[in-house]
């Protein structure tokens, strides 16, 4: 397989992502990625674009998205008001017919990337509506009996936060790729693209200290690496020593400037039972 893909100076993309990547690529199948919140997955599209000097069209769905806004709208309503004025326009219906960002996609000179973002936040029936002009590459435009087709296939990246299940047939044309959380090496390697030259010490104790507190039983939201990238801008900023981020017992201490790591007041209680409790029994 020609490995095109292998991350950025800015984005740190394990093995398997790169192998993900140029997989979809190569089958010429959307990459269909899923993982927790803060695990890279918006930005990916952004960085293949990136890396292989390629456009980028960004479609982020919401829960009122209809999967025909990716292909075009027709506005009617503007074309009913220019008309009530005596507009030229109205006599031609292209002026009212807006292009979605599959459309500008599949007129780009050049290979383009889409993304596809959030694809479960919009109703069940969105990915079974796209399947057709997703394999075919093109579609029709009814209002002015026109076919639009794809001048390169896009190389087309779909995230997903698992809010709901996906049709099968939808399933069938993706590649997959399933982004872990980055264990202590590749978070480390984050970090230095990030914050260059940061102290060993303090990048030692605050993923110690990071790890630590999303392995709190019970939490309700575990901190991510984006959530973690402000922890340590913070901890620079206010020139916090590694040293007060240590504690002789680790369930003992609640790190400082934790407002960027706990993000709701449910966890934050949790968390201070726990250390009370453990500080407790530690008596």
């Known amino acids: 397989m020609r490995g095109d893909f292998q991350g950025t100076e800015r984005y740190v993309a394990t093995p398997e992502l790169m192998t993900a990547v140029n997989a979809a690529v190569t089958l010429a199948r959307p990459l269909l990625i899923?993982?927790?919140p803060g695990t890279g997955k918006t930005l990916l599209a952004a960085e293949i674009a990136r890396a292989l000097k390629k456009p980028l069209y960004e479609w982020h769905v919401k829960s009122t998205t209809k999967a025909?806004?990716?292909?075009?709208?027709y506005d009617a309503v503007s074309r009913l008001r220019d008309s009530q004025l005596?507009?030229?326009?109205?006599?031609?219906i292209r002026n009212y017919?807006?292009?979605g960002q599959l459309w500008e996609a599949f007129e780009s000179e050049v290979q383009p990337v889409v993304l596809i973002d959030e694809i479960d936040k919009a109703d069940i029936e969105f990915p079974n509506d796209l399947l057709r002009e997703l394999d075919r590459m093109e579609f029709h435009v009814y209002e002015t009996r026109e076919t639009v087709h794809a001048r390169h296939r896009p190389i087309i990246v779909i995230t997903s936060n698992n809010e709901k299940?996906?049709?099968d047939a939808f399933l069938r044309r993706c590649f997959f790729h399933y982004i872990r959380f980055p264990d202590e090496e590749t978070m480390t390697r984050i970090i230095e693209v990030h914050f260059p030259g940061l102290k060993r010490d303090l990048v030692r104790e605050a993923l110690a200290s990071f790890f630590r507190l999303r392995d709190t039983p019970g939490l309700k939201k575990k901190p991510t690496t984006s959530e973690l990238l402000d922890w340590i801008?913070?901890?620079?900023?206010e020139d916090v020593p590694p040293e007060a981020l240590r504690s002789d017992d680790a369930r003992t201490l609640i790190p400082p400037l934790h407002g960027a790591l706990l993000k709701n007041e449910q966890d934050l209680h949790l968390f201070e039972q726990l250390v009370f409790l453990n500080r407790r029994n530690a008596r």
Not at 68 to 73: D, T, V
């Open 34 to 36: 899923k993982g927790e």
């Open 68 to 73: 025909q806004q990716g292909l075009y709208e």
């Open 86 to 92: 005596g507009d030229q326009r109205v006599r031609d």
């Open 97 to 99: 017919i807006v292009k």
């Open 165 to 167: 299940e996906l049709p």
């Open 233 to 237: 801008k913070l901890l620079v900023a």
